[in-house]
């Protein structure tokens, strides 16, 4: 079983920047992507960003160029950098982890963290 812990997220003002945390902990297979969505009421959750374990980063059209997704191997964190943040970015953003193992893909996720954009 994954555990994936958040932190960052809160109140900034448009223009402004965020940086967003998850530690994943638990048993964690070498075939995996990483990453975060993000959902507001009454919409569906949607991805922001997604890192394999083969080094391949997938982003939003929404979000190119202005966030940027890394993560640290050794700390198995990852980390979401939010710049240039606009008020349409407002959501609860949520880590997810998945992983394959020998039957199949699991997938784990966050409890979430709100981030809004206002001035």
């Known amino acids: 079983q994954v555990q994936l812990v958040e932190s960052g997220g809160g109140l900034v003002q448009p223009g402004g920047s965020l940086r967003l945390s998850c530690a994943a902990s638990?048993?964690?297979?070498?075939?995996?992507?990483m990453g975060w969505y993000r959902q507001v009421p009454g919409k569906q959750r949607e991805l922001v960003a997604r890192k394999t374990s083969g080094g391949i980063t997938t982003y939003a059209d929404s979000v190119k160029g202005r966030f940027t997704l890394s993560r640290d191997n050794a700390k198995n964190t990852v980390y979401l950098q939010m710049n240039n943040l606009k008020p349409e970015d407002t959501a609860d953003y949520y880590c997810?982890?998945?992983?394959?193992?020998?039957?199949?893909?699991?997938?784990?996720w966050g409890q979430g963290t709100q981030v809004t954009v206002s001035s």
């Open positions: 997810h982890h998945a992983e394959y193992s020998g039957s199949g893909w699991s997938k784990f």
């Open positions: 638990g048993s964690i297979f070498t075939i995996y992507t």
